[in-house]
Structures are given as structure tokens and as C-alpha cells.
């Protein structure tokens, strides 16, 4: 059974500073990885997709990269803004199912 | 063009009452998912559907829940016989091809009293 963890749960920093968020699955037989951010009281924001054959991806200042057999990915954010401020979740897809990390509750500090 | 849409966007019930929630994929989308999310906690995977059938059903958390899908249109999820733990707001994606990039919808927050 896939499992997803996400380390930190949560993450205060101030403006400006790079960060990276951790993603870890345990079953290495995926399809895709996905990290989308969450803001309160509202929808899923697509932030990248990483296919299985694919080690990164990069949007803005956005970067994902995926290491499939040790079961990681991690997303980091360049120059953090307090526009950042979400929850973060990791979604590992594999076997017809899409399995969702906790997420990590970012609050960049203006 | 327009997204995922969900409605109704907010539905309170009493407990033992049926409800059917509604979700809209983006046009030409041929997979559609649902999740459902407690409060305070993370997303659950409840089914896909890829077209108008649904490979897994393994993941609806029980005989009271059931999902169908209408040729690669709408999709109603009903909830039989409510109960409190099922007071959750429920998520629908869709996405082009199979666990391709999902896109969200607004989703559907549903309150059993």
C-alpha cells in the first residue's frame, strides 16, 4: 500500500529565503508525481507534474525533482514571497489510484 | 475555458438522509476523480473514472457511497443513509488522459447534522 509523507509539517520563513519541501513514498511502482498548493478554503492549485521518467520539472520559480527509487521529491521555491503562504501537498499516482501526502503548511514572513 | 465545477458548493443534511453531489469535468477530459478531505486532514482517494467506467471502486468507504459517470460528462457521487463522519468536503479533478496533470474543483462541503 502506497504511503506519502511530507516533512515539515509546517515551515515559518521569511521573505526572500530559497526553501525546499520534502516528499517520500514508499512504493517505487508510480506514474506520476504531482505538487499542488492548497489556500484556505478553497481548491487544488496544479503547481507541477513530474512523469515516472522524469527526474524535474520547473516552473517560475518553482522547481520539483524526482528521485523514484529511493521514493523522493522535493519542491523548491526560489526567493519565497508572502504570496507563497499555502499548504503544499505532494500527489503520488500509481496502480489507478492518486494517493495525497498531509501536505506542509508554509507562512512566509513579510 | 471554463474549469472543474462542483455543485452544490455547500449541502447540510441530516444524518440518515441521502444526498447526490455533482461534479463537472473541463470539457473533453476523459478521467474524472473524487476525493474526499475531513477537516484537518489530508486527501482521501475515493474512485477514477476513465470515461464512463471506474477500474477500482475499492476506495469508497463503504456500501453507502457509490459514484457513476455519464460518457465522459457529469458525475454524481451519492451518499446513502448519511452519517456524521461523512461530513467532509468533497473534491472532484479531472484531467485529460488517465492520472494525467488533475485539475481541482472548488469542491463540495457537506455538513451531517
Known amino acids: 500500500k502506497q504511503e506519502v509523507t511530507q516533512i515539515p509539517a509546517a515551515l515559518s520563513v521569511p521573505e526572500g529565503e530559497n526553501l525546499v519541501l520534502n516528499c517520500s513514498f514508499t512504493?517505487?511502482?508510480?506514474?506520476?508525481l504531482q505538487w499542488f498548493r492548497q489556500d484556505p478554503g478553497k481548491g487544488l492549485t496544479s503547481l507541477l507534474l513530474i512523469q515516472s521518467s522524469q527526474r524535474e520539472q520547473t516552473s517560475g520559480r518553482l522547481n520539483a525533482s524526482l528521485d523514484k527509487s529511493s521514493g523522493r521529491s522535493t519542491l523548491y521555491i526560489a526567493a519565497s514571497q508572502p504570496g507563497d503562504s499555502a499548504t503544499y501537498l505532494c500527489a503520488v499516482t500509481g496502480g489507478f489510484k492518486t494517493i495525497f501526502g498531509a501536505g506542509t503548511r508554509l507562512f512566509v514572513k513579510a | 475555458g471554463a474549469g472543474v465545477s462542483q455543485s452544490p458548493s455547500n449541502k447540510v443534511t441530516e444524518k440518515g438522509k441521502d444526498v447526490e453531489l455533482r461534479c463537472d469535468p473541463i470539457?473533453?477530459?476523459?478521467?474524472l476523480y473524487w476525493y474526499r478531505q475531513r477537516l484537518g486532514q489530508g486527501l482521501e482517494f475515493l474512485i477514477y473514472f476513465q470515461g464512463n467506467s471506474a477500474p477500482d471502486k475499492s476506495g469508497l468507504p463503504s456500501d453507502r457511497f457509490s459514484a457513476e459517470r455519464t460518457g465522459e460528462s457529469v458525475s454524481t457521487l451519492t451518499i446513502q443513509r448519511t452519517q456524521q463522519e461523512d461530513s467532509a468536503v468533497y473534491l472532484c479533478?479531472?484531467?485529460?488522459?488517465?492520472?494525467?496533470?488533475?485539475?481541482f474543483g472548488p469542491g463540495t462541503r457537506l455538513t451531517v447534522t
Open positions: 479533478a479531472s484531467s485529460l488522459l488517465g492520472f494525467n496533470e488533475q485539475y
Open positions: 512504493d517505487s511502482a508510480i506514474y506520476n
Open positions: 470539457s473533453g477530459h476523459t478521467a
